[in-house]
T-cell receptor, first 115, second 115 residues
């Protein structure tokens, strides 16, 4: 079974621009979570989508948004980029079978550099 | 407060040595899950183990073993006879039944295994 895929793998943008990152979950997985990883803050939860609805949200400004499609693929968008948005963005998918946490499987990440 | 602490920032060992990575967590929930992930230089987080709060049985998988102790809120990870391929950053994470799609990560421990 194919793993989680993320595109693009690398991205360079300038301040003020916006960016869209894409994530395709493992087949059959219904939940997609997004994380930001930086050297200073570590791995931080952005949001989770399940059945095309945002189910959980981390403590990030409204410039960070996402969505999920009917095939469970997800996108996240960052508007008005700032230098501090430079990070590795990781997507993870899980089966989300019930009320208890399922294992999240991660993609390779998108390395975003903001100049 | 919900928090994961990995006090060891970096550990360096010589091949074939045993090494233990510490993880201490804080939570008020009675139902939670603990995870360990490995992040090699490629960046992708690789799932290693998932343990729920009601199962304190230790687990062994090849050279890897995990010691879960609720009394001390710890979930430590031991690599026996370490190998150069074990060099990576290791993350401990916590998830709750009340917030299933969110993983709370520790800061990670960088393990360097020298030949």
């Amino acid at each position: 079974k194919a793993g989680v895929t993320q595109t693009p793998r690398y991205l360079i943008k300038t301040r003020g621009q916006q960016v869209t990152l894409s994530c395709s979950p493992i087949s059959g997985h219904r939940s997609v979570s997004w994380y930001q990883q930086t050297p200073g803050q570590g791995l931080q939860f952005l949001f989770e989508y399940f059945s095309e609805t945002q189910r959980n949200k981390g403590n990030f400004p409204g410039r960070f948004s996402g969505r999920q499609f009917s095939n469970s693929r997800s996108e996240m968008n960052v508007s008005t980029l700032e230098l501090g948005d430079s990070a590795l963005y990781l997507c993870a998918s899980s089966l989300a079978r019930g009320a208890l946490p399922d294992t999240q499987y991660f993609g390779p990440g998108t390395r975003l550099t903001v100049l | 407060a919900q928090k994961v602490t990995q006090a060891q920032t970096e550990i360096s060992v010589v091949e074939k040595e045993d090494v233990t990575l510490d993880c201490v967590y804080e939570t008020r929930d009675t139902t939670y899950y603990l995870f360990w992930y490995k992040q090699p230089p490629s960046g992708e987080l690789v799932f290693l183990i998932r343990r729920n709060s009601f199962d304190e049985q230790n687990e062994i998988s090849g050279r890897y073993s995990w010691n879960f102790q609720k009394s001390t809120s710890s979930f430590n990870f031991t690599i026996t006879a370490s190998q150069v391929v074990d060099s990576a950053v290791y993350f401990c994470a916590l998830s709750h039944s009340s917030n299933t799609g969110k993983l709370i990560f520790g800061q990670g421990t960088t393990l360097q295994v020298k030949p």
